[in-house]
């Protein structure tokens, strides 16, 4: 059996298993008019819960598959299905704010028989949901991951909002105007000793919360790198017959960052490369794993009649578990200056497409086609961008 015969089998079989989860359901004539896109024909809508039908392509398959005319797109409206449950006409649409379902009036009179009606296709195509996805996509997706033929949706924008809100903590914190207040002190202390423990505690307080901040901050960025460095992957010597997109994706950021930058022979990178690795041991490793680090500061051995010596020794100077937090603001003015050192390097050099392709939210195409067309406008990538960018804006909006 060649392979055009087994996917014409397999569109057979996921028909036929719809039209039974589905039964009852079916095309109209071409010719009849949707309800969506039409003024003069009357309807009840029906707005469809996200999580009930998530996916609006599937959707649109599931109609598709049981032979039912797709109108096209019209002005805040992708498409629309007119099809019948039993007599009754019917449309599903996926306008600009989600799925819409209609039922016609002039068949269902009354409000309460058409909710009912409504509820019988929500259930139904949720059936036919299930049947799609597992019967065709499944097997298709494996097939598309593993050519490399995929799309990697743009978190950029979602995951530096999260580490610049938490670096404006840190930053707000430290200087005394945080969200911890000072407790005040017994009523019969002196002016004087209350006054200094205040003050001692304001700073105390300010530091705690600005540690809090700086090591969320710290987290969400390195969260926002291993994001980005996908990204670049689209616009390296991507092969996807040497490696996978998701195999790409399952690296640490180290090994991430090793596969884009030759480190051996690029000693800039080495250093960008050096630097967020120091910061990764000291904050992110360590409090990322319970506040042990790899040097073994928070780990002890005794010393009869002396103490408790730091199994670190000799390298307790690297430490941040020495102080009464681990990072002050001296720490967090420093982090910040080697995360904006990194990310006015990266942005300037050999990626620079690459990252204003990310900063506008385009998603990370990794097929051949897409690949090839960025490369062949990589010497007016800039005025490739704002076309590609207006695309996105136009697809988004529904503004056909």
């Not at 805040?76 to 019917?90: G, H, I, L, Y």
């Not at 980005?228 to 017959?241: H, I, N, Q, Y």
């Not at 490739?384 to 996105?392: D, K, N, P, Q």
Request: charged residues 25%.
């Amino acid at each position: 059996m060649s392979e055009g015969d087994g996917a014409s089998e397999m569109r057979d079989e996921v028909r036929a298993r719809l039209n039974l989860v589905m039964r009852g359901f079916g095309p109209v004539e071409t010719s009849a008019p949707g309800f969506a896109r039409s003024s003069a024909t009357t309807a009840w809508r029906f707005f469809v819960d996200r999580e009930s039908l998530p996916l609006s392509p599937v959707v649109k398959l599931i109609y598709l598959f049981l032979g039912c005319h797709d109108l096209g797109r019209a002005e805040k409206m992708d498409w629309e299905f007119v099809f019948q449950v039993e007599e009754t006409t019917c449309s599903i649409a996926s306008e600009k704010f989600g799925l819409r379902v209609y039922v016609d009036r002039d068949s269902v009179a009354d409000e309460v028989e058409a909710e009912k009606l409504f509820q019988r296709i929500l259930q139904a195509t949720v059936k036919g949901q299930k049947v799609v996805e597992k019967e065709l996509l499944e097997p298709i997706g494996k097939e598309q991951v593993n050519a490399g033929d995929v799309v990697v949706g743009n978190q950029y924008h979602r995951l530096r909002e999260a580490y610049l809100y938490f670096r404006d903590g840190a930053e707000i914190a430290f200087r005394g105007d945080g969200r911890v207040e000072v407790q005040r002190d017994a009523d019969d202390a002196s002016n004087i000793l209350r006054g200094a423990l205040a003050e001692w505690r304001r700073q105390a307080n300010a530091d705690a919360e600005g540690w809090w901040n700086t090591f969320a901050m710290i987290m969400a960025y390195f969260s926002l790198l291993e994001h980005t460095l996908v990204g670049c992957l689209a616009f390296a010597d991507f092969d996807p017959e040497e490696e996978t997109v998701t195999g790409f994706i399952g690296l640490n950021w180290g090994d991430k960052f090793k596969r884009l930058f030759d480190l051996d022979a690029d000693l800039v990178a080495q250093k960008k490369y050096e630097a967020l690795r120091d910061l990764a041991e000291t904050y992110r490793n360590t409090y990322g794993h319970g506040g042990f680090d790899k040097r073994g500061a928070t780990v002890h051995f005794h010393v009869p009649g002396v103490g408790v010596i730091p199994a670190t020794l000799s390298k307790i100077s690297k430490t941040p578990h020495f102080g009464l937090v681990p990072a002050v603001v001296e720490d967090y003015n420093r982090i910040c200056a080697v995360l904006d050192d990194f990310d006015a390097w990266i942005a300037a050099g050999a990626y620079r497409n690459a990252i204003m392709w990310i900063e506008h939210g385009m998603d990370y195409a990794f097929d051949a086609r897409s690949r090839a067309e960025v490369a062949a406008n990589a010497g007016t990538f800039d005025a490739y961008l704002e076309a590609m960018s207006y695309r996105l804006d136009q697809a988004m909006n529904m503004d056909w």
